[in-house]
């Protein structure tokens, strides 16, 4: 039998999406976890605000689509892309009500508070059942959820807490109401699949989008999206085990997708800008000087394939596109209504360590600053590509959020315990790759603050120390090693970050060298991070988490 999709269809109109309150991170429960999903009682207040429940309204059909979701952040919520109307996956069993703009999420309250939101933006995985929506206005105060940061496989024979705001019973005339229960784990490549207990507990309808959360390193980590469920008893009408997909697999993709990032014009070192931050459809780009506000902050959310949508965070939804999906030379650069087509995507090609071109993947031409222009308020079109810097940009991360893992990218065979990541193991000295792995630990957070007087370029600030990432002995030379230092915004603590499809290089202002994990530490661990030129083999490749 195949798989059956989660969500639940209803015919009523409605669309709130409720959130718990306080929204704090809470403690890991102590009583009792056996509560079941099937004829369940809600659970301790404290598990609420990791848990989202909404229902979007498909007016053309007459009906809702009843769902769950995650908490991530302070204004995002991560969920199935399923519930969105599309899926990825299993391309047979598509939503019947299509998920065209968030104003299907409109009315956004949080569960005993009161506050009311409005889902302003959708931004869907481009080959795995889970999406993200981002909320108006912030649902907490400083909310982060860890995603767990070990291989799926570790995850076998595991139990988990799992929510969902799902039915309670198997008769589908069960209003949702969140509940929880403890179910075992097996795993299969990225899929994991939670077993019915002994109790008979179970996901059900509803429950598309819940989460599943284990304690790695006395933290709560969320292991996966629920997505489908296996066959059902012919006599209880349980289902058999329910498929989440894992973290392991959408980790990389969720820290890019939220982090935006200025798109700064190598030639004149001015942003591109949504004039006035206009949210309408037809508005023409421009070129403007440097500043922190959101109409100069993009998105560059991954669609496969090397290709991104480039979202300005400023415009909800909108997406940089040739205007008129035109194949002609100095066709305009315009925001429009995301739509996923071809004219709407653009390809990264690395010029140098730091800069970029952005081809357009209807026409093949390239982002350019109409005639090489250095004034401000200079428009944006599609030429064919030279080389010039007018056509060159540089990707300056604004990470949001706040502090990041930073993950390597490069994969190291069978001695693979998972990602690692950077860490300050002491008060100072030498920064090394995680030997516990990514455990969201202060030890091995980071966060990006601008480096006074040199635009584009970063202090990387440890967490735990406040220290910044530095090269030792502001050296130029190849393999020097990287620590933490008391910070001084000296051009050996000045990095800047270019984007290599899903991943990242940081590269030293002082020296044009690459951070660089040594091969020898994958296997041996303890040696310092390095400084090394860029392409040593993915080991300069990172990922933000």
């Keep these: 039998m195949s798989n059956q999709r989660i969500d639940r269809t209803l015919a009523i109109m409605v669309a709130t999406l409720a959130l718990g309150a306080g929204c704090v991170d809470p403690a890991e429960p102590t009583g009792e976890l056996a509560q079941s999903i099937i004829s369940g009682n809600t659970p301790p207040g404290f598990m609420f605000p990791v848990s989202a429940h909404y229902v979007q309204s498909c007016t053309s059909l007459g009906l809702t689509v009843d769902c769950s979701g995650t908490l991530l952040s302070d204004n995002w919520v991560l969920t199935a892309q399923h519930c ?44 795995l059942d889970v999406a993200l929506v981002r909320l108006s206005s912030p649902a907490s105060a400083g909310f982060e959820q860890l995603l767990n940061p070990r291989p799926t496989s570790t995850l076998n024979g595991v139990s988990a807490m799992c929510l969902g705001w799902g039915q309670t019973s198997t008769s589908v005339s069960t209003s949702p109401t969140l509940t929880m229960a403890l179910l075992p784990l097996n795993t299969s490549g990225f899929d994991i699949f939670t077993l019915t207990n002994a109790a008979g507990q179970q996901f059900d309808a509803g429950d598309s989008g819940a989460g599943c959360y284990v304690t790695t390193s006395g933290a709560r980590a969320m292991v996966g999206v629920a997505s489908d469920i296996g066959p059902r008893d012919p006599v209880t009408h349980i289902a058999s085990n329910t498929r989440l997909t894992s973290a392991e697999a959408f980790r990389a993709w969720v820290a890019n997708a939220r982090a935006p990032q200025r798109l700064v014009a190598q030639h004149s070192l001015q942003c591109l800008d949504v004039p006035s931050a206009s949210t309408a459809d037809g508005v023409a780009i421009q070129q403007f000087p440097c500043h922190e506000d959101t ?22 939804g909108k997406c940089l596109e040739v205007a008129g999906a035109s194949l002609a030379s100095h066709a305009l650069v315009q925001q429009f209504t995301c739509t996923g087509g071809n004219h709407q995507l653009w390809a990264l090609r690395a010029v140098n360590n730091t800069a970029f071109e952005l081809i357009n993947g209807n026409s093949n031409l390239c982002m350019d600053i109409v005639g090489a222009s250095g004034a401000a308020h200079a428009g944006l079109q599609q030429y064919p590509c ?13 990470a949001e959020g706040g502090d990041y893992m930073l993950a390597t990218s490069w994969s190291w065979g069978s001695t693979n315990s998972g990602p690692r990541c950077v860490d300050q193991q002491s008060s100072g000295g030498p920064v090394q790759l995680s030997p516990g792995g990514c455990t969201g630990n202060d030890n091995v957070l980071w966060h990006f603050a601008p480096a006074a007087g040199a635009p584009g370029f970063y202090n990387i600030v440890s967490r735990q120390s406040g220290m910044c990432l530095d090269v030792q002995g502001a050296t130029t030379a190849t393999g020097a090693a990287v620590q933490q230092f008391p910070c001084n915004n000296g051009s050996n603590q000045q990095w800047s970050v270019s984007r290599i499809n899903d991943a990242m290089r940081i590269v030293s202002r002082l020296s044009n060298l690459c951070l660089v994990a040594p091969w020898d530490l994958f296997h041996f661990g303890g040696q310092p991070l390095i400084q090394s030129g860029c392409g040593a083999g993915g080991s300069d490749l990172w990922s933000m988490q």
Aim: proline share 8%; charged share 10%.
């Design 386 to 398: 030279t080389g010039d810097l007018n056509q060159q940009f540089q990707l300056d991360v604004r």
């Design 295 to 316: 109409n100069q902050q993009m998105r560059l959310v991954s669609r496969g394939g090397g290709w991104y949508e480039v979202r300005p965070v400023s415009s909800n």
């Design 84 to 127: 969105l109307g599309s899926d990825p996956v299993h391309s047979t069993s598509s939503h019947p009500c299509p998920f065209t703009h968030p104003s299907s999420l409109s009315n956004v309250s949080i569960g005993f508070v009161g506050s009311s939101f409005s889902a302003v933006e959708a931004v869907v995985h481009p080959s």
